[in-house]
T-cell receptor, first 115, second 110 residues
Framework: SAVISQKPSRDICQRGTSLTIQCQVD?????MFWYRQQPGQSLTLIAT?????????ESGFVIDKFPISRPNLTFSTLTVSNMSPEDSSIYLC????????????FGDGTRLSIL | KQEVTQIPAALSVPEGENLVLNCSFT??????LQWFRQDPGKGLTSLLL?????REQTSGRLNASLDKSSGRSTLYIAASQPGDSATYLC?????????FGAGTTVTVRA
């Protein structure tokens, strides 16, 4: 399975600032995703990172708040903009290496706290 | 919209007991169902993947069943060990998207 590295692993930020999270995969993957896990809750898909084109956002998530880049098949970034305490969550990168019959894999996540 | 429910939310058992974790989903038009383990402060580790055409999948002490028509999956962990203590998440895949349950937090007492 693919090895997924996320940076940073955790951060504490001031409200109103922005943070960019990086996701690096050790092999080329077809699909990359960004999820959010709010405290005590399960995972929610933010967006699908598309290589060479704009990300596809899920209902309730917008590009101005969560801009995403995917310059190649092994790397993506998620920026959390103009942060507020409600953005305190774990943000996880996930990849799918093949078709729908293949498992999806996750990085260790970025634990973000906003003061 | 797919809704995934996991019962119970928490479970505490003595070492050696078998674990039974339940997952239900509302829309049976799924590609597959995946079980994950999440340790505190960590990401998700994939445990088992069951295709929509399969009834069960096994890996070591883990066995997962799938009844797509009734929208249910069960994860069995045999002879539990303290190292099995974690949160277990099920997720169903329809098209490209994984929809997650809230998880079952398992504590295995030594």
């Amino acid at each position: 399975s693919a090895v997924i590295s996320q940076k940073p692993s955790r951060d504490i930020c001031q409200r109103g600032t922005s943070l960019t999270i990086q996701c690096q995969v050790d092999s080329q993957v077809t699909m990359m995703f960004w999820y959010r896990q709010q405290p005590g809750q399960s995972l929610t898909l933010i967006a699908t990172a598309n290589q060479g084109s704009e990300a596809t956002y899920e209902s309730g998530f917008v590009i101005d708040k969560f801009p995403i880049s995917r310059p190649n098949l092994t790397f993506s970034t998620l920026t959390v903009s103009n942060m507020s305490p409600e953005d305190s969550s774990i943000y996880l990168c996930s990849v799918a290496t093949g078709g729908s019959d293949q498992p999806q894999h996750f990085g260790d996540g970025t634990r973000l706290s906003i003061l | 919209k797919q809704e995934v429910t996991q019962i119970p939310a928490a479970l505490s058992v003595p070492e050696g007991e078998n674990l039974v974790l339940n997952c239900s989903f509302t829309d049976s038009a799924i590609y597959n169902l995946q079980w994950f383990r999440q340790d505190p402060g960590k990401g998700l580790t994939s445990l088992l993947l069951i295709q929509s055409s399969q009834r069960e999948q096994t890996s070591g002490r883990l066995n997962a069943s799938l009844d797509k028509s009734s929208g249910r999956s069960t994860l069995y962990i045999a002879a539990s060990q303290p190292g099995d203590s974690a949160t277990y998440l099920c997720a169903v895949k329809d098209d490209y998207k994984l929809s997650f349950g809230a998880g079952t937090t398992v504590t295995v007492r030594a």
